[in-house]
Structures are given as structure tokens and as C-alpha cells.
């Protein structure tokens, strides 16, 4: 886990063994730094979460983008927002995505999860209008297994993890997506913290700067449980 006093003497120590960076250089090194910190106490604080920040090159990116124009996968005006996938996930998400999952192995220490097949057999992917969310939930434990992976296609927004017990919450967690980011839900941050998007317009970034939202698309992949074969998901009951 990261420490802030090793890394900026780290930084130091660059600086004065490669001659002064330029400031860009300098400045994408602090960058760096600062969001490796925002990231790992986030994930200290919630078992089972794993975000990797820009998994995704831009190529992949536009090619995602590109094959879900051409399939006409939304139809904000006629609100169609939400795509669903049952059984075989299409090819171009293997190629640009998933294989890229597997090869990285993103859910290596969890063997019960890395070892299965496929990976997954269930996807969502949801469009939101700029300043749209996505209410808290859990995903439905009796449909899908553990090891969940959400992706982000386009747009950014603030994701909120929140752990509750019957009276209140006990801690609530914001994360901030960007395109390319992949956050994967194992064991307790699958089972037992809700995650959602709050409505708003501008969400903070990990340097504290508020970013305003525009359209936002995600993938989200899962693994069905045996017994959530029993029929497709209606949209209302998936999340
Ligand atoms: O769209 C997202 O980023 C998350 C989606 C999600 O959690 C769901 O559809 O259950």
C-alpha cells in the first residue's frame, strides 16, 4: 500500500538523479501519485474492491463505442436506456475488453472466480443522460455470483459506495470514473456494500476539481448463480 512520505521522497529522488523533469513531467508524476493515494485508501477501506484506473487504451475505447452506435444499443429520445445480454456476450466486447480481463487476470486472488467458465455470461450496459444516476443497490444475490466487473465506456461520474446495518450507514465511499476505469466487486464490496451514482451535474475528481457530467456508458458484466437461470432479469429487478 502506498505511504505519502516514501512516494514524495521517491519523486525527490527522480528529480535529482534524471536533472530537472520538465513541469509536465513533474506535474504527471504528482498526478500519478496523488491518484495511486486517492485509490488505495479507498480500497483499505472496502474489502474486496479493485479499481483499475485506465484499463481500457483509448483504441479500445472507440472501438466499443463504434460497435454500440452501429448496433443502435440506445435510443435515449425513445428511452431505451439499458442493453441486456444473456448467455453469449458479443464478440467485440471479447476483443476489447474481456480477453484483456482474463489476460490481466484481474480476479487472481480469488480462484474461485478466475478459474470458472466463461467469466461471465450476463451483461448490462446503461446509458445515463448528463446528471442521471443509478439508485444504491446490491446486485441481486440470488441471480449472479461473485465477481462483478463495471466498466467504463464514456462520461465520468462520482460512484458511491455506502455499508449499512439496519439503523444507518456506515460509511458511504465515493469513487470517481473515468472512460477506460474497471471496478471489480469481490466478497464484501460484492455481498455487502451497496454501490450507485447519485443525480447530479459536477462530481468531484481525485484532485478535487468538479468535472461536469455529460453522457455516461457502462458494461456491466456478471456470472449468473445456477438458479438465477430461472429467466432473463426484468430491467426493474436487475438493479
Ligand atoms: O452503470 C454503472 O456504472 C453501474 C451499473 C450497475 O451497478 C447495475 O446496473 O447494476
Request: aromatic share 10%; with cysteine; proline share 3%.
Amino acid at each position: 500500500m502506498f505511504n505519502n512520505d516514501e512516494n514524495t521522497q521517491n519523486l525527490n529522488v527522480i528529480v535529482e538523479l534524471f536533472g530537472s523533469d520538465s513541469e509536465d513531467e513533474l506535474e504527471r508524476h504528482q498526478k500519478a501519485k496523488n491518484q495511486n493515494i486517492y485509490l488505495s485508501n479507498i480500497q483499505k477501506n472496502i474489502s474486496g474492491l479493485n479499481i483499475y484506473k485506465n484499463f481500457l487504451d483509448t483504441k479500445s475505447l472507440n472501438n466499443i463505442n463504434f460497435h454500440i452506435n452501429n448496433q443502435n444499443w440506445f435510443d435515449p429520445v425513445n428511452n431505451i436506456n439499458q442493453k441486456v445480454y444473456f448467455g453469449d456476450i458479443p464478440q467485440f466486447l471479447y476483443e476489447n475488453l474481456i480477453d484483456e480481463l482474463i489476460l490481466r487476470n484481474v480476479f487472481k486472488n480469488n480462484l474461485h472466480i478466475s478459474d470458472r467458465f466463461p467469466l461471465f455470461d450476463h451483461l448490462i450496459s446503461n446509458f445515463y443522460a448528463p446528471g442521471e444516476g443509478l439508485t444504491h443497490h446490491i446486485d441481486l444475490p440470488h441471480k449472479f455470483q461473485d465477481g462483478i466487473v463495471i466498466c467504463s465506456i464514456k462520461g465520468t461520474c462520482e460512484m458511491e459506495f455506502r455499508l449499512k446495518n439496519e439503523q444507518e450507514y456506515l460509511q458511504v465511499i465515493g469513487v470517481f470514473l473515468e472512460p477506460g476505469d474497471v471496478v471489480c466487486l469481490t466478497g464484501e464490496a460484492r455481498w455487502k456494500w451497496e454501490h450507485g451514482i447519485r443525480n447530479k451535474t459536477y462530481d468531484k475528481d481525485f484532485g478535487g476539481n468538479m468535472i461536469k457530467r455529460t453522457e455516461r456508458i457502462s458494461i456491466n458484466l456478471r456470472k449468473l448463480k445456477d438458479e438465477g437461470l430461472i429467466g432473463p432479469p426484468t430491467t426493474e429487478e436487475d438493479s
